[in-house]
Nanobody
């Protein structure tokens, strides 16, 4: 079992920045892909960024490339999503997620096994 605990959401003005954190615990050795997703009411959950474990390769949605960065801390138990130049269309509930397999599209929500509780990001 893997537990994910998120923090860092909030409200910012357009052009501002936020850094989301995802602390992991439990049987994390089974995790080989970590991702950040976002969702607004009535819409499908959208993959934002993912990072491969080990290796550190990343994937981003076109809408956030050049603005968002996913990373892992030195202890390898916390993941981050640095969000810069935030836009109103970035407003969503953001979720941290984990899955065991590296195979398949890295930003596909149904392929992830574990999810955090979500943290709201509002850009206005």
């Amino acid at each position: 079992h893997v537990q994910l605990v998120e923090s860092g959401g909030g409200s910012v003005q357009p052009g501002g920045s936020l850094k989301l954190s995802c602390a992991t615990s439990g049987h994390t050795r089974s995790v080989h892909l970590m991702g950040w997703f976002r969702q607004v009411p009535g819409k499908e959950r959208e993959g934002v960024a993912a990072i491969y474990i080990p290796g550190g390769g990343t994937a981003y949605s076109d809408s956030v490339k050049g603005r968002f960065t996913i990373s892992q801390d030195n202890a390898k138990d916390t993941f981050y999503l640095q969000m810069n130049d935030l836009k109103p269309e970035d407003t969503a509930m953001y979720y941290c997620a984990a899955r065991g397999t590296i195979y398949g599209p890295p930003l596909s929500a149904p392929t992830y096994n574990y999810w955090g509780q979500g943290t709201q990001v509002t850009v206005s």
